[in-house]
Protein backbone atom coordinates (compact mmCIF):
# COMPACT_ATOMS: atom_id res chain seq x y z
CA UNK A 1 0.00 0.00 0.00
CA UNK A 2 1.32 3.66 -0.98
CA UNK A 3 1.67 5.95 1.70
CA UNK A 4 0.88 9.62 2.15
CA UNK A 5 3.42 12.42 1.88
CA UNK A 6 2.15 12.87 5.26
CA UNK A 7 2.78 9.36 6.95
CA UNK A 8 6.02 9.22 5.75
CA UNK A 9 6.72 12.86 7.33
CA UNK A 10 4.90 11.70 10.43
CA UNK A 11 7.45 8.32 10.66
CA UNK A 12 9.95 10.53 9.89
CA UNK A 13 9.38 13.06 12.94
CA UNK A 14 8.97 9.68 15.23
CA UNK A 15 12.04 8.82 14.04
CA UNK A 16 13.72 11.73 14.38
CA UNK A 17 12.53 11.89 17.83
CA UNK A 18 13.80 8.67 18.71
CA UNK A 19 17.16 9.10 17.80
CA UNK A 20 16.98 12.52 19.81
CA UNK A 21 15.24 10.68 22.72
CA UNK A 22 18.85 8.48 22.56
CA UNK A 23 20.93 11.09 22.67
CA UNK A 24 18.97 13.54 25.25
CA UNK A 25 16.43 10.95 27.10
CA UNK A 26 12.86 12.09 27.87
CA UNK A 27 13.22 15.05 29.61
CA UNK A 28 15.65 16.86 27.01
CA UNK A 29 13.16 15.42 23.68
CA UNK A 30 12.37 19.61 22.71
CA UNK A 31 10.89 20.42 19.66
CA UNK A 32 14.01 22.17 18.07
CA UNK A 33 15.93 18.41 18.76
CA UNK A 34 13.23 16.02 16.99
CA UNK A 35 12.88 18.75 13.87
CA UNK A 36 17.05 18.97 13.63
CA UNK A 37 16.90 14.65 13.68
CA UNK A 38 14.22 15.03 11.34
CA UNK A 39 16.17 17.19 8.96
CA UNK A 40 12.89 19.55 9.29
CA UNK A 41 12.16 23.07 10.12
CA UNK A 42 10.82 23.07 14.26
CA UNK A 43 7.51 24.66 12.85
CA UNK A 44 6.33 22.22 11.23
CA UNK A 45 5.96 19.84 14.63
CA UNK A 46 2.81 21.23 15.13
CA UNK A 47 1.49 20.61 11.46
CA UNK A 48 2.06 16.79 11.71
CA UNK A 49 1.19 16.37 15.38
CA UNK A 50 -1.44 17.87 18.20
CA UNK A 51 1.64 18.21 20.46
CA UNK A 52 5.25 17.23 21.67
CA UNK A 53 3.42 14.74 23.83
CA UNK A 54 1.56 12.75 21.21
CA UNK A 55 5.07 13.04 19.26
CA UNK A 56 6.43 11.31 22.17
CA UNK A 57 4.01 8.50 22.60
CA UNK A 58 4.92 7.70 19.06
CA UNK A 59 8.53 7.67 19.42
CA UNK A 60 8.44 5.35 22.51
CA UNK A 61 5.92 2.86 20.74
CA UNK A 62 8.35 3.23 18.08
CA UNK A 63 11.74 3.02 20.25
CA UNK A 64 9.97 -0.73 21.95
CA UNK A 65 9.53 -1.59 18.44
CA UNK A 66 12.73 -1.45 17.65
CA UNK A 67 13.34 -4.19 20.22
CA UNK A 68 10.16 -6.01 19.61
CA UNK A 69 10.86 -6.50 15.95
CA UNK A 70 14.19 -8.32 16.56
CA UNK A 71 12.68 -10.57 19.39
CA UNK A 72 9.95 -11.67 17.17
CA UNK A 73 12.29 -12.31 14.21
CA UNK A 74 14.84 -14.20 16.53
CA UNK A 75 11.99 -16.26 18.06
CA UNK A 76 10.36 -16.65 14.13
CA UNK A 77 13.77 -18.88 13.32
CA UNK A 78 14.21 -21.03 16.46
CA UNK A 79 14.04 -24.44 16.14
CA UNK A 80 12.42 -25.26 19.49
CA UNK A 81 11.05 -23.57 22.80
CA UNK A 82 14.51 -23.59 24.40
CA UNK A 83 15.63 -21.16 21.34
CA UNK A 84 12.83 -19.32 21.39
CA UNK A 85 13.29 -18.18 25.12
CA UNK A 86 17.27 -17.64 24.42
CA UNK A 87 16.14 -15.65 21.39
CA UNK A 88 13.75 -12.99 23.87
CA UNK A 89 16.90 -12.95 25.90
CA UNK A 90 19.07 -12.36 23.21
CA UNK A 91 16.43 -10.08 21.19
CA UNK A 92 16.37 -7.94 24.56
CA UNK A 93 20.36 -6.70 24.29
CA UNK A 94 20.81 -5.83 20.36
CA UNK A 95 24.43 -5.22 20.63
CA UNK A 96 24.10 -2.14 18.26
CA UNK A 97 21.92 -0.44 20.92
CA UNK A 98 23.37 -1.65 24.15
CA UNK A 99 24.73 1.50 25.60
CA UNK A 100 25.35 4.17 28.30
CA UNK A 101 23.49 7.15 26.20
CA UNK A 102 20.65 4.28 25.36
CA UNK A 103 20.24 2.66 28.80
CA UNK A 104 19.74 6.28 30.53
CA UNK A 105 17.50 7.19 27.66
CA UNK A 106 15.37 4.00 28.79
CA UNK A 107 16.20 5.05 32.65
CA UNK A 108 14.55 8.78 31.67
CA UNK A 109 11.68 6.84 30.32
CA UNK A 110 11.14 4.72 33.55
CA UNK A 111 10.91 7.87 35.59
CA UNK A 112 8.85 9.78 33.12
CA UNK A 113 6.19 6.84 33.11
CA UNK A 114 5.52 6.99 37.19
CA UNK A 115 3.80 10.62 36.64
CA UNK A 116 2.23 10.26 32.89
CA UNK A 117 -0.26 8.01 32.66
CA UNK A 118 0.13 7.69 29.09
CA UNK A 119 3.91 5.62 29.86
CA UNK A 120 2.60 3.92 32.53
CA UNK A 121 0.46 2.40 29.90
CA UNK A 122 2.49 1.88 27.47
CA UNK A 123 4.92 0.63 29.84
CA UNK A 124 2.67 -2.49 31.44
CA UNK A 125 1.84 -2.91 27.40
CA UNK A 126 5.37 -3.86 26.96
CA UNK A 127 5.40 -5.96 30.10
CA UNK A 128 2.46 -7.90 29.64
CA UNK A 129 3.47 -8.65 25.84
CA UNK A 130 7.35 -9.42 27.25
CA UNK A 131 5.58 -11.94 30.03
CA UNK A 132 3.68 -13.63 27.26
CA UNK A 133 6.40 -14.38 25.15
CA UNK A 134 8.14 -15.65 28.09
CA UNK A 135 5.02 -18.16 29.17
CA UNK A 136 5.22 -19.34 25.56
CA UNK A 137 8.21 -20.81 25.92
CA UNK A 138 7.96 -22.36 29.18
CA UNK A 139 4.40 -23.42 29.91
CA UNK A 140 4.13 -26.81 30.84
CA UNK A 141 7.56 -27.05 31.68
CA UNK A 142 7.00 -24.39 34.87
CA UNK A 143 4.38 -25.71 36.82
CA UNK A 144 1.37 -23.06 36.78
CA UNK A 145 2.27 -22.43 40.42
CA UNK A 146 5.65 -21.63 39.85
CA UNK A 147 5.25 -19.83 36.58
CA UNK A 148 4.64 -16.31 37.70
CA UNK A 149 7.60 -15.57 39.65
CA UNK A 150 9.44 -17.74 37.18
CA UNK A 151 8.53 -14.84 34.31
CA UNK A 152 8.71 -11.91 36.87
CA UNK A 153 12.71 -13.01 37.81
CA UNK A 154 13.44 -13.08 33.20
CA UNK A 155 11.69 -9.96 32.81
CA UNK A 156 13.39 -8.15 36.11
CA UNK A 157 16.75 -9.14 35.36
CA UNK A 158 16.44 -7.51 31.64
CA UNK A 159 14.99 -4.46 33.12
CA UNK A 160 18.13 -4.98 35.70
CA UNK A 161 20.87 -5.09 33.27
CA UNK A 162 19.72 -1.97 31.16
CA UNK A 163 19.51 -0.28 34.62
CA UNK A 164 23.36 -1.42 35.52
CA UNK A 165 24.62 -0.54 31.59
CA UNK A 166 23.60 3.37 32.46
CA UNK A 167 25.50 3.64 35.48
CA UNK A 168 28.40 5.32 34.70
CA UNK A 169 31.15 2.66 35.93
CA UNK A 170 29.35 0.27 33.96
CA UNK A 171 31.18 -2.44 31.51
CA UNK A 172 28.37 -4.89 30.66
CA UNK A 173 28.19 -6.07 27.24
CA UNK A 174 25.48 -7.17 25.74
CA UNK A 175 27.14 -10.70 25.42
CA UNK A 176 27.76 -10.38 29.23
CA UNK A 177 24.08 -9.65 29.72
CA UNK A 178 22.75 -12.28 28.14
CA UNK A 179 25.57 -15.36 30.07
CA UNK A 180 24.27 -13.61 33.03
CA UNK A 181 20.71 -13.96 32.47
CA UNK A 182 20.72 -17.20 30.16
CA UNK A 183 23.24 -18.56 33.26
CA UNK A 184 20.05 -17.81 36.13
CA UNK A 185 17.24 -19.26 33.71
CA UNK A 186 19.28 -22.45 33.41
CA UNK A 187 19.72 -22.93 37.45
CA UNK A 188 15.80 -22.24 36.95
CA UNK A 189 14.81 -24.90 34.63
CA UNK A 190 17.11 -26.99 35.48
CA UNK A 191 18.67 -30.07 33.02
CA UNK A 192 15.35 -31.55 32.56
CA UNK A 193 13.40 -28.75 31.87
CA UNK A 194 16.22 -27.53 29.38
CA UNK A 195 16.25 -30.74 27.51
CA UNK A 196 12.32 -31.14 27.60
CA UNK A 197 12.09 -27.54 25.76
CA UNK A 198 15.07 -28.38 23.37
CA UNK A 199 12.25 -31.37 21.63
CA UNK A 200 11.66 -29.85 18.05
CA UNK A 201 8.42 -27.84 18.11
CA UNK A 202 5.47 -29.90 16.71
Known amino acids: MKRSIEDIRRQELI ?17 ARICKEAGMSPGILSYYFKSKDEVLF ?17 MKAAPNRWER ?7 NFPKS ?22 LERLQRLFHRRLASNI ?14 GFVETVAVLI ?22 ITNQ ?3 LL ?3 GISAMKKPAK
Not at 16 to 30: E, K, M, S, V
Not at 135 to 148: E, Y
Open 135 to 148: SSCVSGIVSRADLP
Open 190 to 192: GAT
Open 85 to 91: LLAIIEG
Open 58 to 74: WMVRHANRVIMDEVAKR
Open 97 to 118: LFEQNTANAWLSFYVASARDPQ
Open 15 to 31: EGAYRAFLQHGIDGLTT
Open 159 to 180: DGCWLHRAAIHSQTTSAGAIAL
Open 185 to 187: VEQ
